[in-house]
């Protein structure tokens, strides 16, 4: 079985998630997949999901569109063409499945800092570090281990992590196949 999960990560959505998923036994949702479009959002939400895929042995996805059941094309959750895209918070709830599966040829998977911005009339006057963040995540990624030995762990993240967080935080940028490959953020692709 499939679910995509489209939208915002906002602060209920792990209740959301939690509820839809409660009706469904361990075997059973050891062999679900959740494809995700989202533009990312509440880290402490997405941290409760992610955790909560490793432990259960959840496959993940990112596709570059889905389809409905009767094969219409679902539209995307921003209003970006007709990309579909998972930024921000949302590769790393995408990092804790057991099986991460790009089922696209586009770059899909958008990261920026973790420094917070102070923003006076539209523009940043200021960035700075939020090492508090920077270490929540590393340890997300260790926790996504600890959960799940059958998972194949992301490589190398403490140099993800440093190039990560020298993107500006107002800015996007996109994993390349090479990059994908080389931290092992995708488990495979179709």
Do not use: W
Not at 121 to 129: D, I, L, S
């Amino acid at each position: 079985m499939s679910v995509l999960a489209t939208g915002q990560i906002v602060k209920n959505t792990k209740d959301a998630f939690y509820n839809y998923l409660s009706d469904h036994t361990d075997e059973e949702l050891s062999k679900l997949t959740i494809c995700f479009d989202s533009p990312g959002g509440s880290n402490s939400s997405g941290y409760e999901m992610g955790q909560f895929i490793a432990k259960k042995g959840i496959t993940t996805c990112v596709a570059e569109y889905y389809l409905d059941m009767k094969g219409n094309r679902i539209a995307p959750a921003l209003a970006n063409g007709d990309k579909t895209l998972c930024n921000s918070m949302c590769p790393y709830v995408f990092a804790a499945g057991e099986e991460r599966l790009l089922l696209t040829s586009k770059s899909v998977l958008g990261f920026h800092s973790t420094k917070e911005s102070c923003v006076f009339c539209g523009f940043t006057v200021a960035e700075y570090e939020s090492p508090e963040t920077i270490n929540k995540i590393a340890l997300l990624f260790e926790a996504y281990d600890m959960l799940n030995s059958d998972r194949k762990p992301v490589v190398n993240t403490e140099q993800l992590l440093k190039r990560v967080n020298e993107i500006p935080s107002s800015t996007m940028k996109y994993m390349n196949k090479e990059t994908v490959d080389h931290y092992r953020f995708a488990t495979g692709y179709f």
